[in-house]
């Protein structure tokens, strides 16, 4: 158990049963009237964003989530399969609870896996990543300087927008959270 001041970003919380994260939290003490604490609560199985409000003080019960580095290993077919980095045992994650997860990742990427009395239920990827852009459009001389952009097809099949000077077989960095192009990697 934690009180409302307590809260931060990532804690889980488990409200009526189901398992909530705390994606952002705001401390408001207004001039009339008790403080109270603003919340954006994420469903940690069905992604469902709520705003929720709670007193100042209040209990809140926290889960109880086990976050391990593991190692992703390949896509079996009917999900994804995750080494432990300690123990080398497997988890398999269901397509549902790796959504977002699954465009950024490359086998043999590390990553942290959130477990819940020793069930899988979400990926922590790193703030940004490292893809290869498989196809995009050719760019044109002089592009360089116009602040354009196109779409490109990185290696996991996600599409993003990068500048029109890059070309396939570029590497790039790209923020896992907003899906938005960082810059160019150079070998």
Known sequence: MATSNDLKNGLVLNIDGQLWSVVEFQHVKPGKGPAFVRTK?????SGKVVDKTFNAGVK???ANVDKRDMTYLYNDGTGFVFMDKDNYDQ??????LASEAAQYL???QDA??????????YVELPASVVLEVT???PGLQGDRSTGGTKPATLETGLQIQVPLFLETGTKVKVDTRTGDYLGRIND
């Open 41 to 45: 609560l994420k469903n940690v199985l």
């Open 135 to 137: 196809y995009t459009e």
């Open 60 to 62: 809140v019960e926290t």
């Open 106 to 108: 490359l086998e043999n």
């Open 112 to 121: 942290v896996v959130a477990l819940h009395e020793g069930n899988p239920i």
């Open 91 to 96: 988890f398999t994650l269901s397509p549902e």
